[in-house]
């Protein structure tokens, strides 16, 4: 996952002089006063300031000009974007060097995004690019400097113990490997979904697994829950889920949610956006979300929405267009959960009678409803949770949801379009940085889950009202436990339950 932003009210900083009280003629030790003197801002605050006043002035511009040239700033540059990801399929620049471990991601990130436009690839370069796949027996070596066949070249990434490398020659990796599968179930075609060896893959996984229930990066790295996610979602879509790789992994993930409610990357660190929406993604993929406090989780989440409409990474971090899906993502997935949700607020008494009325009425929910294999909420034994592992993402998208967005998904959509967009093309982190490829993904990412969000059924397009700007703004819709587009879920989940 990225390295976070975000921000909004800032933490002191004794590391941040303050402006000193005016001297005196005595020699107390007597710290001074507040009204001693103004005190200097952090380093945090003056950032923060900036972005607000950045994107302020954005939407100011906005409420001050006519509907039809308003409807004109909220369009979603979708040309633009096509061409901007596609150049990216055919050159690289020579500053993406620093991504040379990186290749798989860089697949994902362009190809979902055109995918999540609705736009196919190419099908010659499509047709060029699973020839190649299937080519790539082995660990290739030959790289064409500068163009990005050499970083769809996954079949030939996949190491012989079954995990996908950054590049030609490296060593299989967790994250590269979710990127890589993620990529060719995108690609979709039979050849493409048939490169990837699930028996090989299922033995790198079990190696990765550690006697702490987690799963290490590859090996000899690091322990997080960016791993577990990562590896309980490739074995998912793979449709190769099993005990063993669920072993003790919910036992990890929940001692990693912190006070705030938010979930670390390991234990004892701050909450992230990213770890929370992986934790969150890797606890309903083993059915056991129940475990986890969900009502801390939504709030911690829903209070990573600043002024500026967007999300931030953890607290006192600046916004971050990234954010738009790991945290709205995050959200959306808790919407599904809303019966849990309602029956951990009736146990923890949270206001008593009113905490009960209000979400049944919010959510449309009624006492006894069921958790994704059929039992009562968090009552179901150990081996009903465990039958059918791989069958939970599939049920999971399919059952319809009574409760809507538990997030401003229409703000987040503005701070997406006007402050995130790139009108040559491509998205940004925030007013004042560059486009790139990451942020491109994830903000379109977070755009589909936003407009998507008021849907009940997964197969029936939003109202108008749940999009911002033209109708002709509406993405694809994801789903949301993989970020993958969702027909292209449905044929993978198809090709892989017949294996």
Known sequence: MSEVAGGSLPRSDSSVAMESSPPSSSTSSSPPSPSDGPRRLTVTQLEQLKVEEEVFEIYRIL???????????????RDAHIEFLTRGLGLLGPSYHVLDANRPWLCYWIIHSIALLGEPLDSELEDSVVEFLSRCEQIVLFVWPGCLFKIVTLNGLQDKYGGYGGGPGQMPHL???????????????????????????????????????????????????????????????LNVLDVELVKDLGNYILSCQT????????????????????????????????????????????????????????????????????????????????????KQLESFFIGGVQA???????????????????NLCGAGTSHAKIEGL??????????????????????????ILLCSQVLEGGFKDKPGKQRDFYHSCYCLSGLSVSQHSCSKDPSVPPPTRAVLGPYANLLEPVHPLYNVVLNKYYKSHEFFSRL
């Open 390 to 415: 791989s069958d939970f993402g599939f049920s999971f998208i399919e059952k319809q949801t009574e409760c809507g967005p538990l997030f401003q998904s229409i703000a987040l959509q503005q701070y």
């Open 259 to 342: 006070y705030e409610g938010g979930i670390a990357g390991e234990p004892g660190s701050e909450a992230h956006g990213g770890y929370t929406f992986c934790g969150l993604a890797a606890m309903i993929l083993i059915n056991e979300a129940d475990r986890l406090d969900l009502p801390s989780l939504v709030d911690w989440v829903a209070s990573r929405q600043g002024v500026e409409c967007g999300f931030q990474g953890r607290v006192n971090k600046l916004v971050d267009g990234c954010y738009s899906f790991w945290q709205g993502g995050a959200l959306v997935l808790a919407q599904r959960l809303s019966p849990i949700l309602h």
């Open 175 to 237: 994250a590269t490997t979710y990127a890589a599968v993620n990529t060719l179930v995108t690609l979709g075609s039979e050849m493409a979904l048939s490169s990837i060896n699930r028996a090989s893959m299922l033995k790198f996984l079990l190696r990765m697994k550690d006697s702490s229930g987690a799963f290490r990066m590859h090996d000899g790295g690091e322990i997080d829950v960016r791993a577990c996610y990562t590896a309980i979602s490739v074995a998912s879509i």
């Open 356 to 374: 009960s009325v209000a979400c049944n009425k919010s959510c449309n929910i009624t006492t006894g409803e069921t958790d994704l294999d059929g």
């Open 63 to 77: 409420r001050g000009i006519a509907p039809h040239t308003q409807s004109f700033m909220l369009e979603l540059w």
